[in-house]
């Protein structure tokens, strides 16, 4: 699934493409995402010009002219950009097609991700409303996640993928994160010291800003908005490394299921 480095680094190569142009029609060829693309998206947006892509959490939120597209990648969801022309390839469901001769085209085989429309203000929609901080806001610090892990019974791997507790720290970087900061990805929330948290708080940013940087994490079929990988995979410390060698202390990496995701952690550096 991208996670907020993903979505963050196909926010930057639409903003930069398509700020400013304006829409010229959209092609819906399957409307049956994770919920159906409402029939209004073909006509309302011809006209409308693009003023603005900004992301909240994983959501991409593209400003038009009269409200707001508001854009999920799901599981395997992607967006790029591309002449309007190009060769169609399977699970194209979507294209928003711009007078400048750009498309817009959105991919997604499980189909799992959306595509909404809303004239409401766009935070107080019912899938944002919600959300807790940004991670790299100033806001997300360790005093702020140690105070609302005060009265939690979670362990902490869950707790920092809990969106309601702070937004786009996917299961990739979670794992890379408490690898980072020496925390068992079991550990009780409520048993971690404030100075835990603020290491903690500090390496979830570090490692999130890093991975924007190198485009994301590729590990199947992931591409930014122009088509190419991301780079993330190569500086991985834990991930998908189960069975290998700690880098930190020679120990086997171990692997186990925490709330029905992979995780992977060094015995020995997490405690």
Known sequence: MP???????????I??????ET????????????????????????????ISVQRRGKYLLCE??????????????????????TELKKHDHVDIIFTNGLCLRYNDPRRFGCILWTEEPILEHKLLANLGPEPLA?????????????KRRVVVKNFIM???????????????????ARIHPERAVNKISLVEYKRLAEVIKRILQVAIKMGG??????TDSSGK???????????????????QCGTIIHTKKIGQRATYYCPICQR
């Open 15 to 20: 903003a930069s493409n398509l700020e400013g």
């Open 64 to 85: 038009c002219t009269k409200g707001h597209i508001l854009i999920h990648l799901g599981m395997s969801g992607n967006l790029q950009i591309m002449p309007h022309d």
């Open 3 to 13: 996670e907020l480095p993903e979505v963050e680094t196909i926010k930057r190569g």
């Open 162 to 180: 809990d969106s309601h507790v702070v937004v786009g720290v996917g299961n990739i970087y979670a794992n890379e994160a408490l690898f980072a």
């Open 229 to 247: 990988p991301g780079y993330f995979k190569q500086v991985l410390q834990v991930y998908g490394k189960a069975g290998k060698i700690c880098e």
């Open 217 to 222: 994490t590729t590990l199947r079929d992931f």
């Open 138 to 150: 100033e806001t997300f610090n360790g005093k702020y996640l140690y105070d609302r892990a005060k």
């Open 23 to 50: 829409i010229k029609s959209v092609i819906v060829r399957n409307k049956k995402l994770r919920w159906p693309i409402p029939d209004i998206l073909s006509t309302i947006l011809p006209n409308q010009s693009i």
